[in-house]
């Protein structure tokens, strides 16, 4: 006992030498774990061609990296929190390096899709970066950093859309996967070098059977929406889907109840504040999605349609890149209205600016500067929404389960964005016009896609008006040292 303060006082010093090292690090890495999640996107229509496969199987290459990463981070978020939160981020780090390199040595569908599914593990990045934040940082740097690593995400799915269209266009597609493992590598390097490990962990044992649970249920639901489109909404497969994830995930819920030591604690996550700030991500997510769904579809479509832009993915990608950067210079801005008048707002502000750019959207859509300017707008309202969310969650969990409760929050966001999928899909494949004998989405279905991003976007205000306003916009300084390891110790019985 009597060396306790002695080892903490030296941890301290090790811990957080170089806040502004630890925030780039971990921003990085969220910004390369969403570069994964567009990296196909330019090579999607050439996929059946380069795999030598049906469209309807190299879909799977997309869908796998979705199951995965919905499986993934909210596991990956609970070991965090009972094991380690940079070791997990760095087991994370691993996965994406592993699936880069094992497709950018696929020539063969089967190996692609492991590949992918195992880039898709890497998913739990960002709120493990956000958690590590929150045990690491200066409660005056927190609200700052966490805004800039959530708002990583929309960064790098920006990003990622020209930088792989330039590359398909210009190298073999392998090429794609080669740098997305470099990028990973060079994360986990600097993650070695500057991150370093909370001490603040529970302990305990791993909720193997509400794993599983959890698992067979999100992929149900997911499946459903994501492969419903091709298989047929009223379809026995999409049908039975849907009914065992509802089944699956009821019976989920309660065991979690009645187990001690659950994977998701329901009864922290039914708190009112961490509830409401969930229900708006999904709106939220579904909004952000609308936008990056219609606006390179109007800018590629050929001229003669009279609303088509014509232009290349490359184009479509340099049009959708500003939104990242906005996201970016905005963090800071989002976590000084976060101070001043509490995340419940920031998120509000957020969600009214992003159902204004759908609004505009639907009347400046027939040059490339209007896209643009929606694409920049829409952009700045998620850089305020995600920049709250973490504030608002962790402000409502205690540090021990900081990681658990912000992957619980990026999976309801992923599965907004899968509903916007789906739903989006549908409208646009209904409402059509003929050219040439090609079936092509209509000028009023791309309105109607944006009418319904902005009522997301409006959805997710009125959700986020019930969130208790917090009594401090930053979340709490993580226990004193000494505290820390003793309650981390308990639980595990060390």
């Known amino acids: 006992m009597s060396d306790a303060p002695a080892r903490s006082a030296d941890a301290d010093a090790v811990a957080a030498p170089r806040p502004n090292a630890v925030v780039a690090v971990l921003a990085f890495a969220g910004i390369v774990v969403a570069l994964m999640q567009t990296l196909v996107i330019p090579i999607v229509p050439e996929l059946p061609r380069l795999l030598d496969a049906p469209a309807s199987d190299t879909a799977w290459a997309v869908t796998a990296t979705l199951l995965a990463a919905a499986v993934a981070t909210p596991v990956v978020g609970r070991l965090g929190d009972m094991f380690g939160k940079r070791r997990m981020l760095l087991v994370s780090v691993v996965m994406l390096v592993v699936g880069s390199v094992v497709c950018g040595l696929s020539d063969a569908l089967v190996p692609m899709i492991v590949g992918r599914a195992l880039q898709g593990l890497s998913s739990g990045v960002i709120p493990l970066g956000i958690s590590i934040m929150r045990d690491e940082l200066p409660a005056e740097r927190l609200a700052g950093a966490t805004a800039l690593m959530s708002a990583s995400l929309g960064v790098g799915g920006a990003l990622g859309l020209p930088t792989a269209a330039l590359i398909a266009d210009n190298f073999d597609w392998h090429v794609l996967f080669w740098a997305s493992a470099a990028m990973g590598a060079a994360a986990l390097v600097l993650v070695l070098a500057f991150v370093p490990e909370s001490r603040v962990r529970t302990g305990g044992r791993f909720d193997a059977v509400g794993a599983v649970g959890m698992a067979v249920g999100l992929v149900s639901l997911l499946l459903a929406i994501s492969k419903g489109a091709d298989w047929g909404w009223a379809s026995g497969t999409t049908l039975g889907l849907f009914a065992a994830a509802v089944i699956v995930l009821l019976a989920w819920g309660l065991f979690e109840l009645r187990t001690a030591q659950p994977l998701v604690d329901l009864r922290t996550t039914a708190r009112r504040q961490v509830l409401f700030t969930n229900l708006a991500s999904i709106a939220v997510g579904f909004s952000m999605f609308a936008m990056s769904l219609v606006l390179p579809q109007l800018l590629q479509l050929p001229t003669q349609t009279g609303y088509g832009l014509g232009r290349s ?38 969600a009214l600016i992003v159902a204004s750019g759908y609004g505009l959207n639907i009347v400046l859509m027939s040059e490339v500067w209007h896209l643009v300017l929606v694409s920049s707008v829409i952009g700045a309202g998620i850089g305020f929404t995600y920049g709250s969310m973490p504030a608002l969650i962790m402000g409502a969990v205690p540090a021990s389960e900081t990681a658990a409760a912000n992957s619980l929050n990026t999976l309801m966001r992923s599965i907004g964005t899968s509903c916007a999928s789906a739903i989006a899909g549908v409208v646009l494949a209904q409402m059509t016009i003929d050219l040439g004998g090609y079936a092509l989405p209509s000028e009023n279905g791309f309105k109607t896609v944006m009418a319904i991003g902005a009522g997301a976007a409006l959805l997710a205000f009125a959700i986020a008006s019930f969130i208790p306003r917090p009594r401090a916009a930053v979340p709490a300084a993580p226990p004193a040292p000494a505290a820390t390891e003793t309650s981390a110790g308990t639980p595990s019985g060390r």
């Open 313 to 350: 993915l490359l184009t479509a990608g340099l049009v959708m890149a500003p939104s990242g950067l906005v996201m970016m210079a905005l963090a800071p801005v989002s976590a000084a209205v976060s101070k001043a008048k509490g995340p419940k707002v920031t998120l509000m502000i957020g």
